[in-house]
């Protein structure tokens, strides 16, 4: 056989070959690697979003001895080197250029009376000060000297302070505080600095620098600590004879170069460099690594294990189903060049011969195809992963196998002809079919009960799951669906018109056409109506968790007391419909002197507030009714410390006050239990602007719902899943389309002279229309609604292994009605491309000449 020539022959077949190959080979290959990109997009912003103290890496160091000291920055920058070699090879691309070094003394208090305040000023050394403070007065610092103090000669350091110090502890350019207790230092104020970039990452090291702290201890005088900065040459006089010298060397993190891909190793690598940075310590001096970027990688790599699961488990089903409609179209193919493999097998072609030549017409079509849709791929951003050169490899293994073992099956014997309509199935087929079905459903039950494997890897278990439940599905289906046609035959027959009875039993015994379809169509659908599910959940319950955070559409809170005419003048503002005014603070209960926090509102101004809100909240049956927090428990009637003494009793325990605290020691109270109608919180209703608000309440925070949602909603991988989900639906209902096309294609031969020999004795174009539609819908009408109810059973059916909160606010996405028009429409909409697709096969068959037709099939 002339291999080209049978593909020339069949050029309609092969193009849809080919653009189905394409498309599965695209998906297969791109989707991965946006996945991923998007994955490292999310890592980066993670990253990029947190403050610099917790990602750098901070090698810390106390000098215990004089020996340890170090006294110059030549001796600094020498250990910054050494931390630097002693990174891990994994860890040294996501550590920046740069960095900085400090030494530090910290509560080193001002030598002057004890008064109602303490004064600490601390001695501070930047490498960097020069590129990240200018100097507004005075100048900068220069070398140290010395002076008398108390009959002993002490050092003299010039500093320079942060404008900030001015206003608030009285510094100036000319002063020499004396600092210490028992040894003694001077430090001469010479200038004031303020910083270049104050929202500069660095400086999240050095804050301490940048503003004065202010701390009010529980039995002391309130204290003001402030760092200044001096100079290298002041190096040689910093000592810590009062063991209050810190070094630190930070190495910045450039989140730039973070891979999800290697935040496993990076986590590892960071313990290592731990380990090695510890065992440099001497007994002069000991050092330690601080950092946060241990405990972010690991919380993203949660995050991450969720996504890559629900990624992989829809791609796993968007791959099998588009093997599927390819293999439909191979099948269409074979039929095909059905009466060239029997003529060429009954003048003496082998088997052999047979599989090569179905081998060579389908990698003819198939392999370029799927070369151009990985090619395609690459135009694509992201990484390629193992899947992305794995997938299209399978798409065409799969297809020419497929295609030699239907060949090779239909031509066991030369001439060997049968009706596929009377094939009994034989008994290890029902085995083999049995099998999957109990495989499928013991999988879906210890999915639920033994939970995810892991954040460490993918659940390769959990992936196959969905999938097999679907297969099953499509088993099930394929073997019962015949029985309610036969029982529909029986009732048509004894009707008197012919068109049903030859239209169902044409359903009923075209199951070698139906078959295929089935299996592809029914795990099209199931998957799809799940990622649409999956997709209104997480949207779902993202909003529910904005409205938890907030607790109404506007939240406004200030530190203080908002005075009752500033409470008028918000609820007078154009815009606003409620304000429900609320107290928090914490309280202590008398006879065991915990100190929870409390909540003090009106509910039912409340409930007015949020009166569209999707959260509920509780109700107080009187006046002097709480509501505690599990940490609490019942109490029964206690006595609570709160502006003044009160007496409550426990009305229930709740596990959160929304918009307020969800975890710890709190409870709910009602407002009337204020002996004053104090307010420090603003629950709001309305259009109105926050920054309006924040106008009239100046030292207020003003939250809204709707930027708790976006801020939610914003986060790159809530952002990929949600777009994976809506092109993942889109693409099977495609393919799901497509599946019903080639149905129609595949039995088009058989039908099309069906309805020619009809048509001579009387058929006319409406019955036509109706038979056909009467030999296809019956597989629609079965298989969609058995796919819409499993792809609206299966997230409760994979249970907690599919665990997407992570996109979704925190909170579980479970519990909530599944919205039903997308999944419905899915539903709909197959059945809908089924009647037009009826119309428009028989509106082509109406263009043939039944004589012409009946001549060539009885040639």
């Known amino acids: 056989m002339t291999i080209p020539l049978n593909v020339r022959a069949h050029a309609g077949t092969s193009a849809l070959l080919v653009v189905l190959t394409v498309a599965a080979c695209l998906l297969v290959a791109g989707l991965p ?26 090698v810390t160091a106390a000098p215990a001895r004089p020996a340890g000291e170090l006294h110059s920055r030549a001796e600094f920058e020498s250990a910054a080197g050494q931390w630097r070699r002693l990174l891990p090879a994994s860890l040294r691309p996501l550590i920046g250029r740069g960095g900085h070094i400090s030494a530090k003394t ?7 009376a004890v008064g109602p305040r303490r004064t600490f ?72 600095f303020r910083p270049k970039d104050p929202g500069g990452r660095p400086w999240s090291h050095d804050a301490d620098v940048l503003h004065v702290t202010h701390v009010v201890p529980a039995d002391g005088p309130e204290e003001f600590h402030t760092t200044t900065l001096m100079s290298d040459d002041a190096l040689s006089a910093l000592t810590d004879k009062a063991s209050t010298l810190a070094y630190r060397w930070v ?15 990076a986590e590892a690598a960071v313990a290592e460099f731990r380990r090695q940075v510890d065992v440099q310590g001497t007994g002069d001096i000991s050092y330690r690594v601080v950092t946060g970027l241990p405990q972010l990688l690991a919380g993203f790599l949660t995050g991450l294990s969720a996504a890559r ?41 082998s088997l052999w011969q047979v599989a090569s030549a179905g081998a060579s017409v389908t990698a003819l079509t198939v392999g370029p195809a799927a070369l151009a849709g990985y090619a395609l791929s690459f135009l694509l951003p992201g990484p390629a992963l193992p899947i992305v050169h794995l997938g299209p490899a399978v798409v065409v293994v799969t297809a020419v196998s497929f295609a030699v073992a239907r060949l090779v099956l239909a031509h066991r014997t030369p001439l060997r002809e049968r009706r596929a309509d009377l094939v ?60 309610p046609l036969r029982l529909l035959v029986r009732l048509a027959a004894r009707r008197r018109a012919a068109v049903p009875f030859l239209g169902l039993a044409g359903a009923a015994r075209g199951r070698s056409t139906g078959a295929l379809a089935v299996l592809v169509l029914l795990p099209a659908l199931s998957l799809s109506v799940f990622a649409a599910v999956v997709h209104d959940g997480i949207t779902t319950t993202q909003r529910l968790a904005s409205w938890q955070k907030v607790g109404a559409p506007i939240k406004l809170t200030t530190a203080a007391d908002i005075p009752p005419d500033v409470v008028e003048r918000v609820r007078r503002a154009p815009g606003v419909e409620q304000v429900a005014p609320a107290l928090t603070g914490r309280v202590q209960i008398r006879t065991t002197g915990e100190q929870p926090y409390a909540v003090a509102v009106d509910l039912d101004q409340w409930r007015r507030v949020n009166e569209d809100a999707p959260i509920g909240l509780p109700a107080l049956s009187g006046d002097t009714s709480a509501l505690l927090s599990p940490a609490l428990g019942d109490r029964g009637t206690f006595e609570l410390t709160w502006l003044s003494p009160v007496r409550l009793t426990t009305q229930g325990v709740i596990d959160a006050v929304p918009g307020f605290y969800s975890s710890g020691q709190f409870l709910l109270v009602s407002r009337a239990v204020l002996p004053w109608p104090a307010a420090n919180t603003l629950l709001i209703k309305g259009d109105i602007p926050p920054a309006e608000l924040a106008r009239l309440v100046p030292s207020a925070t003003v939250e809204t719902q709707e930027a708790a949602l976006a801020t939610v909603q914003a986060d790159p991988l809530t952002g990929t899943v949600r777009t994976t989900m809506v092109v993942v639906t889109v693409a099977l209902g495609a393919y799901a389309l497509v599946a019903i096309v080639l149905s129609l294609v595949a039995g088009a031969a058989g039908r099309a002279r069906a309805v020619s ?6 058929l006319s174009d409406r019955q036509a229309r109706r038979l056909t539609m009467l030999e296809l819908l019956p597989v629609i009408v079965i298989t969609a609604p058995v796919g819409l109810a499993l792809g609206l059973v299966l997230p409760a059916a994979l249970g907690p292994g599919v665990d997407v909160s992570a996109f979704a606010g925190g909170l579980p996405v479970s519990g909530h009605t599944p919205g039903l028009l997308a999944p419905v429409a899915l539903a709909a909409g197959l059945g809908l491309c089924a009647v037009l697709g009826a119309y428009a096969h028989t509106a082509m068959s109406r263009r043939r000449d039944p004589g012409a037709v009946l001549r060539v099939d009885d040639s």
């Open 33 to 58: 690697r946006t996945m991923q990109a998007s994955f490292d997009e999310a890592l980066r912003r993670s990253l990029a979003g947190t403050a610099a103290v917790r990602t750098d890496l901070t």
């Open 106 to 112: 910290f509560r080193t208090p001002v030598d002057e």
């Open 121 to 192: 000023v601390n001695l501070g050394w930047l490498s960097d000060a020069g590129r990240r403070v200018d100097w507004v007065r005075g100048r900068a610092p220069g070398e140290p000297s010395t002076m008398r103090y108390r009959g002993a000669t002490i050092p003299v350091i010039e500093v320079g302070v942060v404008e900030e110090a001015v206003a608030r502890m009285g510094l100036r350019v000319g002063q020499t505080r004396m600092l210490g207790e028992s040894v003694h230092t001077a430090a001469k104020i010479v200038g004031v």
């Open 251 to 265: 190495l910045p993190l450039d989140a730039g170069a973070a891979s999800a891909l290697d935040a496993p190793r």
């Open 309 to 349: 699961t629900v990624m992989y488990l829809v791609l796993g089903g968007l791959l099998a189903v588009a093997l599927g409609v390819i293999m439909l179209g191979l099948r269409l193919m074979t039929d095909r060049l059905e009466r060239t493999i029997a003529l060429a097998r009954a003048r003496g072609a």
């Open 424 to 483: 009994r199935p034989s008994a290890r087929r029902l085995t083999a079919e049995a099998l999957v079905v109990v495989l499928a459903l013991t999988g879906a039950y210890l999915s639920r009960t033994r939970g995810p494997a892991g954040t460490a890897s993918q659940d390769p278990f959990l992936l196959v799951i969905p999938v097999a439940l679907a297969l099953a599905a499509a088993l099930i289906t394929l073997r019962c669906h015949p029985y």
């Open 757 to 762: 020999l009809l048509r001579t004795l009387g």
